[in-house]
C-alpha cells in the first residue's frame, strides 16, 4: 500500500471513530425502553412514525403462536442493533432484551457497549433489573447516563431519585437537568449548565409535546410557570451546587459519576436535549483489553469479537448469524480475517447489518459497529477475527448458573433433532450443558442463570428441531469449576455434599445444595481452588451431546 493512501485509511479511520457512539440501555422492563429507543431512532430519521417499533412488535404477538415466550424472543431478535445517524454522528444501539427474568443473552451485549443509558421510572426509581444490569456495567467501568422516565406522571422526589442512585450504586449523580414539579404540575426542566429552561406542555397521548425554551431569568418565565414550583426548583438547584460535585467527564468515563436527565419519553419531552448532552459526554470508541494488552480502535488492521449468537433468526431459512462488535481498523466486505481460537483463515463475503427484520449486505463498518456474519458453526461467543498481527480479545465473562435440569428426550427416534438442537443452542450460548459423570446417564444437564432460559430452549426445540422434552430439576443451586481440573480433585479424594459433574469441554465442575454445603467444602479442603465461572477456553473443541 502506498504511504498516501495508507495516510487516507488512517485519516478515515480517525474519522470514522471520532463519530462513533455506542451505547445500551439498561433498564426494568415498563420503564419505558422501547418508548425511548423510538423517540431516538425518530431523530435519528431512522424510522418515519412514532409507533413503528411497538407495531412490529404487537404484529408479531398476533402472529405468533408461542405467545409470550415468542414475543421476548422476538424482541432479543429484532433489535440486536440499532444504527442511525445524528448530527453528523453514527449511533449504535445495542439491544438488551428486556426479559423479566434476566438472562445471559443481556450480559453478553452489555460486554459490546461503550457506554450503558440507565433508564429509570420516575415513580419507581432503582429497581431489581437495573440493578443487576448495572452490576455488570459496573465490572467493566462502563459511563452510565442516567435518564429518569414518565416525568409527566406523579413520581417520587427527584431529590431523592439522586439518592437512592449514590447510596445503593455508589455512583455519584450529577443531575444536567432539574425538574420544575412533576405529574400533572410537571412544568419542564432547567439545564443545570445553561440555565435554560426548556417549558413542557402537555400534548395528546403519543404526541410530540412542544418544547419552549427561555432563560430562566427571563420575566415571562413567572407568567408561565406557578413561582412556587418554580422556587422550589430553584432551591433544589442551589442545593445540588453546594455539594460542590462538578461535572468531570473524566469521572463519568471512568464509570464513577452519573449525568442524570429528567424528561418523559412518550411525550418525547427531554429526549433531544438527552441525546445532544449524551453525543458530547459519552466515551468513543475505546481501546480494548486483549490478551497481549489495550488494543487500540486506530490500529490499522481490523480486529473485532463475536458477543452473540443466534440461530434460526429467520426460521424459513434456518439460518445463524455471529454478531461481531468491531473493535479496531476498517472492516470491509469480502475480507479475509484470521479465526484467532482455530488459526483458520475465513473470507468474510456476505457480513450483513440489521436492523429490526431488515437486513442489508454491509460493505464496511468500523469500530463501535457491529455486524452479523452468516455462522455455519465456526464461531463461538468470545471468539476473535482480526487481520494483520495476532490479536486475541478477552473473553466475555460468564455467570455462574444457579438452575440446573435434566433435559429428558422421552422419544427414542427423535434423538438426532435432540441432539442437534442441544449442540446448536449450546453453541450458541443460549444455555450452558453439563454431563452427568455417570456415563450411563448420558441426558445432558441444563445450567442457566435464569428460569427463563430454561423454557426458551424448551419452546427452541420444540419449535425448531420438532422435538418435545422434559425438564427434571436437579435441587443444585450453586455451580463451581474447578481451578486445576480433574487432578485437583482427585488429590482432595473423597468429597460430599456435593455432585460432580463435567462440562462441555470435560471440565469439573461442583454442584451444591446451597452456600453452606460450599462453604463446608472450603473449610474442610482449604487448598482446593473453585471458581464460581468456566474459566474461558481456547483452542479446543467442545465435547457434542
Ligand atoms: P419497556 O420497553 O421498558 O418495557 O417499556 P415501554 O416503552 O413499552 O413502556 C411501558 C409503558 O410505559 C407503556 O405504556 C408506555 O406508553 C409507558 N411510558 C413510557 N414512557 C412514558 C412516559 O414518559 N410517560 C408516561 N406517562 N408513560 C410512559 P403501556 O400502557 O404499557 O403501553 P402502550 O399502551 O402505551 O403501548
Known sequence: MSTDSALQDGRELLDAVARRRNFAIISHPDAGKTTLTEKLLLYGGAIQQA?????????????????????QR?????????????????INLLDTPGHQDFSEDTYRTLAAADNAVMLEDA?????????????????????????????DRPGREPLALLD????????????????????????????????????????????????????LDNPELKELVEAELLEQAVEEMELLDAAGAELDLELVHAGELTPVFFGSAM????????????????????ARQSQDGPVDPLRPDFSGFVFKLQANMDPRHRDRVAFV????????????????????????????KLFGQDREVVEDAFPGDVIGLNNPGMFSIGDTLYTGTKVEYEGIPCFSPEIFSWLRNPNPSAFKNFRKGVNELREEGAV??????????????????????????QHRLQNEYGVETRLEPLGYQVARWVTGGWPSLEKVGRIFNCKTVRDAWNRPVLLFKNDWNLNQLHEEHPDLELNAVAPVVSGVEPISL
Open 51 to 71: 409507533g413503528a417499533v411497538k407495531a412490529r412488535g404487537e404484529q408479531r404477538k398476533v402472529t405468533s403462536d408461542w405467545m409470550e415466550l415468542e414475543k
Open 74 to 90: 422476538g424482541i432479543s431478535i429484532t433489535s440486536t442493533v440499532l444504527q442511525f445517524d445524528y448530527t453528523g454522528n453514527t
Open 123 to 151: 415513580a419507581k426509581g432503582l429497581e431489581p433489573q437495573t440493578r443487576k444490569l448495572f452490576e455488570v456495567c459496573r465490572m467493566r467501568d462502563i459511563p452510565i447516563f442516567t435518564f429518569i422516565n414518565k416525568m
Open 164 to 215: 437512592e442512585i449514590e447510596s445503593e450504586l455508589e455512583l455519584t449523580p450529577w443531575a444536567v437537568n432539574w425538574p420544575i414539579g412533576s405529574g400533572e404540575q410537571f412544568r419542564g426542566v432547567i439545564d443545570r449548565r445553561s440555565h435554560e429552561v426548556i417549558l413542557f406542555s402537555r400534548a395528546e397521548r403519543g404526541r410530540q409535546s412542544e418544547e419552549r425554551h427561555l432563560n
Open 267 to 286: 411525550t418525547n419531552f427531554g429526549v433531544r436535549p438527552f441525546l445532544n448532552a449524551f453525543l458530547e459526554m459519552a466515551q468513543k470508541p475505546v
Open 325 to 352: 462488535r468491531v473493535c479496531s481498523g476498517r472492516f470491509e466486505k469480502d475480507m479475509t480475517v484470521r479465526h484467532a481460537r482455530t488459526g483458520k483463515a475465513i473470507r468474510l463475503s456476505r457480513p450483513q
Open 432 to 457: 450452558q450443558i453439563l454431563y452427568d459423570n455417570d456415563e450411563s446417564k448420558r441426558d445432558p444437564i441444563l445450567a442457566a442463570v435464569g428460569q427463563l432460559q430454561l423454557e426458551v430452549v
